[in-house]
């Protein structure tokens, strides 16, 4: 399996029960040869049978499907004034979206340091909304002024009288079908390999489900979900 994103891609390989990773290795290509898949990275050449693609917003680079749509979101932590009320055991998780405002605020309590993946703290939020379109290996990753104070404006006006100011702020990407919705399929030129993208920044919701369908696509080539709709065909002018 190729996972995202390729400048430092883990690479998983299966031999027997075994799984390895291989992490901090950039894909560069693959290709079918004889009966093989092969990939080609920047430290090494692997061999196999079946070859999963799973790299978000390099997925048009390495799988050579066009349709796809990378933008850059902005993720921030806020500083509450009072930092209890919006700790894991007080605050929930949430969203929030009305008439004024495109797309939907959404945000997590905030979480111990012993268990912050990210390494941040504050009460982490974003607006989920198309950003600015963008290429994955020339991301402006700067955040500008008007930016945190156009999330700070957002987040008071949900929270009133509850949030001091912006702690720090980052950026993301998303990648977006043509539909918005996601892709998951054998590529167009290779039945051999699966891809899955388009999952616009919460595709994690679904990583069970989705492990089970590819994992069908792989030992089966077709599942017992219905993914017709998740297929690349309905892109296709005159779909079979």
């Excluded at 196999?48 to 349709?67: F, R, Y």
């Excluded at 008439?99 to 939020?125: A, C, E, R, V, W």
Aim: neutral net charge; hydrophobic residues 30%; contains cysteine.
């Amino acid at each position: 399996m190729i996972r995202r994103p390729p400048r430092s891609t883990p690479l998983y390989s299966s031999a027997a029960s075994d799984v390895y990773k291989r992490q901090n290795e950039k894909a560069v290509k693959w290709y079918k040869k004889e009966d093989s898949i092969i990939v080609k990275t920047n430290r090494n050449t692997y061999q196999c049978k079946k070859l999963v693609i799973s790299v978000g917003a390099w997925m048009s680079e390495l799988s050579n499907v066009s349709d796809f749509m990378v933008t850059k979101q902005i993720l921030a932590w806020a500083k509450p004034k009072n930092w209890v009320d919006f700790t894991l055991e007080s605050f929930p998780c949430w969203t929030y979206a009305d008439n004024s405002t495109k797309g939907m605020f959404y945000g997590f309590p905030i979480l111990p340091s012993s268990i912050s993946h990210d390494g941040y703290q504050g009460l982490k939020f974003a607006h989920h909304f198309k950003g600015e379109e963008t290429d994955p290996n020339n991301v402006d990753r700067k955040v500008s002024k008007n930016q945190e104070e156009e999330l700070l404006e957002a987040i008071q006006k949900f929270i009133p009288k509850g949030i001091e100011s912006i702690h720090t702020s980052k950026t993301c990407l998303y990648t977006y079908s043509k539909d918005d919705d996601f892709i998951i399929d054998h590529h167009p030129t290779n039945e051999d390999v699966i891809i899955t993208a388009g999952f616009s920044g919460h595709g994690f919701k679904f990583t069970s489900v989705v492990g089970e369908i590819v994992t069908d696509l792989v030992e089966k080539d077709n599942s017992d979900y219905p993914i017709e709709f998740l297929k690349l065909k309905r892109f296709s002018k005159n779909p079979t």
